[in-house]
C-alpha cells in the first residue's frame, strides 16, 4: 500500500495469473475509487440500505425520522411561519407536538435506564479493577505496561512445578513478560464486567484487536456518566411535559431541561467518537479498506471479461452457422471468376496474334510521302509514285505489272 500503488490484494485471493495489465487496470480502478466521490456516495447508500434491512438499524432510521419532522414542524410553529390561527389554537398544537417529541424522546431517554443502569455497575467493577492493578503494581514497583489501559490476563506462576506444567502444555508468549497482579477471582470477575459491557457497547475495547487498541478508562466513565445524566434529564423532562398543564407551564422550565438533555447527549457521541479515533489503527483499517475495494474492482473485472467472452462465443457460433451457405456462395463466386479470367486471358491471345499477322501483311504507310488524291483522279494511277512502290525493300511491289504501271512496248 503506497502512494502509486493503491489496489491491495486480499488474503484470500490470488492474482498470480493475472498479467501486467490486468494489474494495472485494477489499480487504476481502485484508484478511482478512492478518489470518485459518486463512488463513496455509491458505497456509503450501499451501507445504509444494508444497515436498514435490520430490524434495528429500520427502528433507528424510523425513530429520527419521526424526530426530524416532528422537530421541524415545531420549530415552524414556534416561530410563526406557519399560521394556525388564533391563539389558543396555535398553543394547542404547539403543545401536542411538545407531547409527542417528548415521547419519541422518552423511548431512548426513558426507555434505555435500566441496560444504562446495569452498564454503570459494570463499569463500576471495571474501574475499580482497574485502578486496584495500576495501586498494586504501583507498590510492586513493577514495570510500566506498554498500554496503561491494556490489562494484562496472564497470572503470575509462582510454583517452579506449575510452571514447568504449564511451560510443557504450551508457550507464553506475553508483551515484554506482563502478567497480571490481580487474583485469580479478581481478575474474572474483572473479565466478566469487561466482556458485559463490550456487549452493550461495541465501541469498548478492553483489549488490543485487530483494528483498535484498548479504550481508555477515562473516557469510559465520562461516556456512562453523561448518558446517566440524559436519562435524567429526560425524566424531568417528562414529569414537567405531562404533569403540568401547558396553560401554567413555564417555557423556559421545558426548554432548559431540553437544552441540557440534547447537550450532554451530544457531548457522549462526541466522546466516543473520540476514542475511536484515538484508539483506531489507521494503517490496519485504510488496509482493510483497500481490500475490500480490491475485491470489488477484482468482482467487476472478471464480469466484464466474462461478458465480452460470451460475446465473442455468441459471434463464433453465429459465424459458424452461417458459413456453410457462404463457403457455396463463394466458392461459385470464385469459380465463376477464374472461367472469367481464363476466357479474357485465351481472348486476348487470339487477339494479339491475329493483329500480329495482319501487321506482318499490311503494307506501311508513308504519311510524309503519300497524300490523298483529288476527286478527279480517282481510280487514275500515279506513275510518280511506281518507282518508290517498286524500290520497296520488302519486295511485294517490285514487279511494275503488279504496281500497275502498263506494259511498254
Known sequence: MTERFYAVRPSDTSLAEWSDEDLAELNDHVRHMLHSKRSAFKRSMKAFGQYVRRPLGFAVTLYAFLITVFGFAWVLFLIGWVYLGDEERRDYIIDVIDNVLVALFAIVGDGMIPWRLVDTYHMCFIARYYHLTWKLRNKMRAPDLKDHNDLPTEPVISGRDEQEDLEAQRRIHTKEEEYSVLTPQQQA????????????????????????????????VAIVVLLDCHSCFQLALGFSTWLIDYHVRPAALTSTILCCSIAVNITAGVLISIGDRRTR?????????RQELTQEAIRRIQARKE???EEQRNKLENIEEESPGKSRGASFDIDRLKQNFMHKNSDDGS??????SLDIARKPKKSNEISRKP???VGMFDTSLSGGLAEEEDGYFSDPKLAGTPPKG
Open 189 to 220: 470477575k474483572l473479565e466478566h464486567h469487561q466482556a458485559c459491557f463490550s456487549k452493550s457497547h461495541t465501541f469498548y475495547k478492553p483489549h488490543e484487536t485487530e483494528t483498535h487498541f484498548a479504550f481508555p478508562l477515562r473516557l469510559l
Open 281 to 289: 489503527k489507521k494503517d490496519v483499517v485504510e488496509r482493510m479498506f
Open 307 to 309: 461478458k465480452e467472452e
Open 351 to 356: 487477339r494479339n496474334r491475329s493483329s500480329k
Open 375 to 377: 476527286v478527279n483522279r
